[in-house]
């Protein structure tokens, strides 16, 4: 065997455990902190704890797996956050006015349609992903602070909190279920239908995608859409619980919405990851924080210690890419 020959097997075994770290990395990752927090804290092994975390995480982990949609069909979504806060104010804004129930409804759908606009502007506009999302989302926020005049816009009918606060099962709140039901969703979408298969062939190399047939152009459009709906269905849960809006609700959001993703394995380039990856990626933050409350640590070391993952996360996606190529 050649030297070169060698070097380049030596080059593709690294590479593929370099895939292997970015594709499992999470599930190590999640166990071990859960095992040590469960080790160090007394309360944190408790149903109100547990049960705590995951309804905390449910607004984040719904964007997350619209975004991952997004991002494995090669795109990129930097306005949820803005469809976060006027989803949840056009809820409250039409409560006033409509039957609660339906005010939830059209803020979920405004959220859709906001989505399929980002697609439209990205896929026939053929705007960069990330400065188009970027501008929508300042104009979006600019819209919502029209609509509610810089003021919050309160809801006092009880049963517009009734999604947002109330027990679907033993204690089990309809965030959480909602949560599970929009993952399960997108993960079949994604890993067992045809959908799923283009998604991932239009983050994967949309040249090839098109030369076999696939309009990668209705694909990414879906996908915004979807992460629309999944900002808006997140917005109109965190309004139900406060019952309550306003126009820099979910500020930041966004950045939270793709750390999770990225650091569940999620490839930033397109054609690579997986809902149950990002689901693990929310955990991951969300057991981050939790702990860090728990064991009274300073907050400030949080927002380092996130800052590492994320950076290792890229890092090693990135290394893998290269290495394979």
Request: charged share 10%.
């Amino acid at each position: 065997m050649s030297v070169a020959s060698a070097l380049a097997i030596g080059r593709a075994r690294g590479g593929q455990r370099l895939s292997v770290v970015r594709d499992y990395g999470i599930v190590m990752s999640f166990v071990a902190l859960f095992v040590t927090l469960t080790a160090t804290s007394d309360v944190f092994l408790t149903q109100r704890n547990l049960l705590n975390v995951l309804d905390q995480s449910a607004a984040v982990g719904l964007m997350a797996c619209g975004g991952t949609l997004v991002i494995i069909a090669g795109g990129f979504d930097l306005s949820v956050g803005a469809i976060f806060a006027i989803t949840g104010v056009i809820a409250a804004s039409m409560a006033k006015y409509v039957d609660p129930g339906f005010a939830l409804v059209l803020g979920m759908l405004a959220g859709l349609v906001l989505g399929a606009v980002n697609g439209l502007l990205v896929t026939v506009g053929r705007v960069n992903p990330f400065m188009a999302t970027l501008a929508s989302s300042i104009i979006i926020r600019g819209i919502a602070l029209v609509i509610t005049g810089g003021f919050l816009v309160s809801v006092t009918n009880r049963s517009f909190s009734t999604l947002g606060r109330g027990v679907a099962v033993l204690d089990v709140k309809w965030s959480i279920v909602i949560w599970l039901v929009f993952a399960l969703a997108c993960g079949f979408l994604l890993a067992r239908t045809t959908f799923g298969r283009h998604v991932y062939a239009a983050g994967g190399n949309a040249d090839a995608a098109r030369l076999s047939g696939i309009s990668v152009g209705v694909i990414r459009t879906i996908t915004y859409a979807v992460s629309g709906m999944s900002a808006g269905l997140a917005g109109v849960i965190v309004t139900s619980r406060v019952s309550s809006s306003q126009a820099d609700a979910g500020t930041g959001i966004e950045l939270s919405v793709i750390a999770a993703i990225v650091i569940g394995g999620t490839s930033i380039m397109g054609g690579e990851g997986a809902i149950w990856r990002s689901v693990l990626g929310v955990l991951l933050l969300a057991l981050i924080g939790n702990g860090f409350n728990l064991l009274g640590v300073n907050p400030i070391y949080q927002q380092i210690l996130q800052g590492a993952i994320i950076l290792m996360a890229v890092a090693v996606d990135a290394w893998a890419r290269r290495t394979r190529a």
